[in-house]
């Protein structure tokens, strides 16, 4: 019988952990799913017409709705597999600043430099500053496996930019990729790195190791 009971301490002490880890990950899971539903999603996307108008709070939500249900398990998945490798790196407050840089430099890029796109939707250009801010830290404790993924997700910008969409992700998204939103996102995630690297000493947030 004492068995049972001890087990129980380490069962909620394991979920208090994960919880501590992950909640903000759970977080933007939640936040995002719940984007998708109408009235909410078309009041949240990108729409130049809109915004020109005076509706400058797209520029940061048309990050966090989708296309569609695909669209949203595939950004969460790699959301889910980049907090693993990287959530230690950074703090909740670093991590909110470098979201809120990398979805702001996606909007400021597609309306600056792509004249053209009317609207767009998804977490995808965000996912790549959060990859390259997780690489940029990392580099610190393991640098063969920051430089490998940072050479990685370049292979996959480079690839997309010169030739297109990576085979299959229209298909799983559910519509056209813009590829230049990945380099955006990244761009603004790095831009937040090192705006937090050079930050002082008195201000920095600590981070877990």
């Avoid at 078309?42 to 520029?59: F, P, S, T």
């Avoid at 939500?61 to 907090?83: E, I, P, R, V």
Wanted: charged letters at 10%; aromatic letters at 14%.
């Amino acid at each position: 019988m004492p068995a049972p009971r001890s087990l129980f301490p380490r069962l909620s002490g394991a979920v208090v952990q994960f919880v501590q880890r992950y909640y903000l990950a759970l977080l933007l899971f939640v936040v995002c799913a719940i984007s998708q539903l109408e009235p909410l999603a078309g009041w949240m996307r990108y729409d130049r017409a809109l915004i020109v108008q005076g509706e400058y709070w797209r520029w940061l939500t048309a990050n966090f709705t989708h296309l569609g249900w695909s669209h949203y398990a595939m950004n969460m998945g790699a959301l889910g597999l980049m907090w693993l490798m990287f959530s230690r790196r950074f703090n909740s407050g670093e991590w909110l600043f470098i979201i809120a840089l990398a979805s702001l430099a996606v909007s400021a890029g597609v309306q600056t430099l792509l004249p053209h796109m009317h609207w767009y939707v998804g977490l995808s250009g965000t996912l790549h500053g959060i990859l390259l801010a997780g690489c940029w830290r990392e580099w610190r404790y393991d640098r063969l496996f920051s430089a490998s993924v940072a050479a990685l997700c370049a292979f996959k910008l480079a690839y997309e930019l010169l030739i297109g969409p990576m085979p299959g992700s229209e298909a799983t998204a559910g519509g056209h990729v813009i590829v230049e939103a990945h380099a955006f996102g990244a761009i603004g995630g790095l831009a937040a790195a090192l705006l937090l690297e050079l930050s002082p000493p008195w201000r920095r947030a600590r981070f877990n190791d």
